[in-house]
Nanobody, 123 residues
Framework: QVQLVESGGGLVQPGGSLRLSCAASGSIFSIYAMGWYRQAPGKQRELVAAITSGGSTNYADSVKGRFTISRDNAKNTVYLQMNSLKPEDTAVYYC?????????????????WGQGTQVTVSS
């Protein structure tokens, strides 16, 4: 099992940038697929970006070209670089770890969800 702690959220103006971090401890981080999700008030949680153990990535259409997911296995950390932020990006952002990309896409719960970090985009 992997324990996760997100950080890096905050208040930013439209067009600004933030970098979220998700630090992992516990099991072998490098073999897990990782995902960043977000949930806005009154909306369902959505998968924003995912990265496999081999470094392959995919993104929700709403963030393609603006967000970049990456991982540093030496630091047991996955990042989400968010550029050109929009008010509709406002949400609580969560990370998750799972054995496969399919499990990430299915929002599978292996007991590794972080507590979330708030991102607010507002002028």
């Amino acid at each position: 099992q992997v324990q996760l702690v997100e950080s890096g959220g905050g208040l930013v103006q439209p067009g600004g940038s933030l970098r979220l971090s998700c630090a992992a401890s516990g099991s072998i981080f490098s073999i897990y697929a990782m995902g960043w999700y977000r949930q806005a008030p009154g909306k369902q949680r959505e998968l924003v970006a995912a990265i496999t153990s081999g470094g392959s990535t995919n993104y929700a259409d709403s963030v393609k070209g603006r967000f970049t997911i990456s991982r540093d296995n030496a630091k047991n950390t996955v990042y989400l670089q968010m550029n050109s932020l929009k008010p509709e990006d406002t949400a609580v952002y969560y990370c998750n770890a799972a054995p496969t990309l399919a499990a990430i896409e299915a929002h599978a719960d292996f007991g590794s969800w972080g507590q979330g970090t708030q991102v607010t985009v507002s002028s």
